[in-house]
């Protein structure tokens, strides 16, 4: 009896252990499930936008350059797409943004010029990127250059930004200058959220260092960062590390600052592939507008500069990485940088209806080979007297005060021939889609004066006769006192 009673004891304890296990098993599974649910929410990916200042067409390894070294952009490249006929919606800095940041032509609100009389930054009531991807549970962030606002409900915080460190100003040196660009009060400050701050170091590496902190601090939960350098924008400073390294370099400062660039882009890259979520993040880089005339930089083959309606004012590198949705090709299809916001949602899942209507069309379908049209068949670009238009391999070219130009990319890539008279149907036609766009758009709210006006007459002027470019700057200007003022 006592041995029935102690298997039976024993019997009742293994059922006990039996049942604590099933138990912890389950409690296992569920934590499990938990933890894979978790990983589900944040399984949309990191979007990064890298908005660089000014860069030359053809001033990266990828785009043909063989006296800069960009090492890790190159390496970028290889498991990006890299799109061919990419643009940006205009061809100066401050209109750029405001484009990229509303996915709307800037005309729609006024926003044609870059900063100049009576300049009031962009309408409060536009929505940008970051206030829409916080609505998706999105950290947000942007570091460096914003240019498209000084006012407090212009500020990136104000405007859907968590975090912010940068200057709100278009330009400033890379270096910390108490008594000039970092004096208090000042525009050109550097900015930590709304405290001014001092830095140490040269600021592209300050600001690409900051970056992989909050890769770092943010890599458990879905992030769009902005981040805005302003290299390889004016004035031409790099550090002496990296002035040594180029020394005798026919594009010395030019190539240090864009080593420095790419090394902080490399490291964001680094980082991201460190806390495993390189794979699941969709990355934009390119240029503002093209390369300037006084900043070493090199557009061709293309024709022209920042600045004017030729193809090197507009049409920049450009590559999209999302290696977990994206293979590494070549795209050739007309885009724009109108493309980021949509393309942006579409990848977060966003599907609320929007306020205000998008100009621009998302990417994602087009760079997965699943259309085999191009994203746009017509883009414009307008900044006050200068317009243009591009209709398939078309472009068009006005100029208040003097004749029209039109130009067939595809056999003239160099914009050399005007083809009005002998494509008359085609000139007929792109001239009254121009006017068509127009008809919904503002006028430009301010413009940039009557010297900007006059040098970028002269430029369309030149460039339209197949001259050398005569006038750049207002200092250029001076030797022509002469010139009517339009």
Not at 134 to 155: D, E, L, M, P
Not at 339 to 349: C, K, R, S, V
Not at 396 to 404: A, C, F, P, T, Y
Request: aromatic letters at 12%; charged letters at 20%.
């Amino acid at each position: 009896m006592r041995i029935w009673k102690f298997y039976m004891s024993l019997s009742q304890s293994k059922l006990f252990f039996v049942s604590i296990g099933i138990l912890l098993l389950m409690l296992i599974l569920f934590i499990g499930t938990t933890s894979f649910n978790t990983k589900t929410t944040i399984s949309k990916p990191n979007i990064i936008v890298i908005l660089i200042d000014d860069a030359g067409y053809a001033d990266f390894g990828f785009m043909g350059a063989k006296d800069l070294q960009t090492p890790n952009l190159d390496l970028l490249a290889s498991s990006s797409v890299v799109l061919l006929d990419a643009h940006v919606s205009a061809t100066v800095c401050s209109p750029s943004r405001a484009g990229l940041l509303t996915g709307r032509y800037q005309q729609r609100f006024g926003y044609e010029c870059n900063e100049g009389e009576g300049y009031t930054g962009m309408d409060t009531a536009q929505v940008i990127l970051p206030k829409l991807l916080k609505s998706q549970g999105y950290a947000t962030a942007a570091f460096g250059k914003w240019h498209v606002g000084f006012n407090a409900n212009q500020h990136p915080l104000a405007k859907g930004f968590d975090y912010y460190y940068g200057f709100l100003s278009g330009g400033r040196s890379y270096f910390y200058q108490p008594n000039k660009d970092d004096r208090p009060g000042s525009k050109n400050a550097l900015l930590e959220n709304r405290q001014q701050v001092t830095f140490d170091g040269y600021l592209t590496d300050v600001l690409g260092n900051k970056a992989v902190d909050y890769i770092k601090q943010n890599s458990q939960h879905p992030f769009f960062m902005y981040w805005a350098p302003n290299a390889v924008h004016t004035p031409m400073e790099a550090s002496e590390a990296d002035m040594q390294k180029f020394a005798n370099h026919p594009r010395q400062k030019l190539a240090a600052m864009t080593f420095a660039l790419d090394r902080a882009v490399g490291n964001m890259v680094n980082e991201l592939k460190r806390q495993g979520i390189f794979e699941n993040t969709l990355i934009f880089f390119l240029s503002d507008n093209g390369g300037a005339h006084n900043n070493q930089s090199i557009n061709l083959p293309l024709k022209g500069f920042k600045g004017n309606k030729f193809e090197a004012g507009h049409r920049i590198p450009f590559l999209v990485s999302w290696p977990k949705q994206f293979k590494h090709h070549q795209y050739e299809g007309l885009s724009s940088s109108l493309d980021i916001f949509p393309t942006a949602l579409e990848a977060t899942g966003f599907t609320k209806p929007m306020k205000n209507k998008l100009d621009g069309v998302s990417l994602v379908s087009f760079l997965k080979g699943k259309k085999s049209t191009a994203p746009h068949d017509q883009l414009i670009w307008r900044k006050d007297a200068e317009a243009a238009i591009r209709y398939h391999q078309y472009k068009l070219i006005r100029v208040k005060g003097l004749e029209d130009r039109l130009y067939n990319l595809k056999n003239n890539p160099g914009e050399t021939i005007d083809i009005r008279n002998t494509e008359p149907l085609i000139y007929a036609k792109m001239k009254n889609q121009l006017l068509d766009w127009e008809k919904d758009k503002m006028k430009p709210i301010w413009r940039e004066g009557a010297i900007w006006d006059t040098i970028t007459l002269m430029i369309h002027d030149d460039l339209m006769n197949n001259r050398k470019v005569r006038v750049a700057d207002p200092a250029q200007l001076e030797k022509f006192r002469n010139v009517k003022i339009y």
